[in-house]
Each structure stands twice: as C-alpha cells, then as structure tokens.
C-alpha cells in the first residue's frame, strides 16, 4: 500500500493531467476556428498525450492497490486576445505541472517511497522536455510570427505533429 499522503497527491494528479488535456483541446479549438490548422493539430496531439499521462497515473495507482477517485475537469477559461497566448499560457501551465510532480517526488521521498520516485522519474523528465517544447514555440513564434508566409510555414511545420504513445509501459 501506498502512503496516504502520497496517494491522495497520485490521485490529484490524475486530475490535472485530464484537465490538461481539456486545456490543450481548448487551444487546439481556438487555433482551428482562426484557420491555424498545424497550431491546432500540434495542441490536439499534446492533449492526447495528456489524456496517457492520467491512465498512467491511474495505473500504477490500480498496480499498487489505491482506489482511484475520478474528480469533475476544471472549465479552461482563457480568453485569447493573440495568436501567442496559448503558447505562453501553455508554457505556464507545463511550469505549473512540473511544480505538481516535484511536491509529488517530494513526498514519496519524505517516506522512503522508492518505487513512486522510480515511477515519477519518466515524469520529471518528460516535464522537461514539455517545458523545452513549450518554451521553443514560443522562440519560434516570436521570430516568425508576424510574417505572414513564416508563419504559414511554421503552422504546416506543426500540422507534422503526430500522436506516438508514451515509452513508459507499466
Ligand atoms: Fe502531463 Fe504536460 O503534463
């Protein structure tokens, strides 16, 4: 059994990574409906590895014989006045999620937990790539974003995108 502290932390996080999810499908709506097709599918393709981040939480929840409590998903609420705000704001939100697996890491460390560190250390990782990722859209939007056919080619650069399922197996 898991400690309850930890547990109740696993649980939360299967929370967020849904509202993840909602959050990027929020931005993949909003790039759609302003004819960024690529900006969309690149948000649309995140939410889903979002969606597998919370069945893996779930998963080693159920492996480790922890009850898992489905909470309701938070309404995303961003208001867009640019092209650039989700990405900024999807930046924030990665920095957010990265805060969350580090108190989550904190507290399995606290009662000697070391399995859940092993589990979380794909995540610790992968929160850095998400920042790196975050981060690097909004570089390139900031240089080719005002340029109309730059910023043609940078969406069809992002309509590339293409869903690959996560490389931790449980
Ligand atoms: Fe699953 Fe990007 O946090």
């Known amino acids: 059994m898991l400690d309850k502290k930890v547990?109740?932390?696993?649980?939360?996080?299967?929370?967020?990574?849904?509202?993840s999810?909602?959050?990027y499908l929020d931005f993949s709506n909003y790039y759609a409906e302003q004819g960024l097709d690529g900006f969309a599918n690149w948000y649309k393709v995140q939410a889903q590895e979002e969606r597998d981040h919370a069945v893996l939480f779930m998963q080693y929840m159920q492996n480790n014989g922890c009850k898992v409590t489905l909470d309701a998903i938070d309404k995303p609420d961003k208001e867009f006045a640019s092209f650039s705000d989700p990405l900024k704001a999807g930046y924030e939100h990665e920095q957010y999620v990265t805060g969350l697996i580090h108190t989550l890491y904190d507290a399995a460390s606290a009662v000697k937990d070391f399995r859940t560190m092993q589990f979380l250390d794909w995540f610790v990782k992968e929160q850095g790539e998400e920042e790196t990722n975050a981060e690097g859209l909004i570089k390139k939007f900031d240089l080719f974003g005002s340029d109309p056919r730059a910023l043609y080619m940078l969406d069809s650069e992002l309509a590339a995108r293409v869903y690959s399922a996560p490389s931790l197996v449980l």
């Not at 547990?7 to 509202?19: H, S, T, V």
């Open 21 to 23: 999810a909602y959050l």
């Open 7 to 19: 547990a109740e932390l696993l649980n939360a996080q299967i929370n967020k990574e849904f509202y």
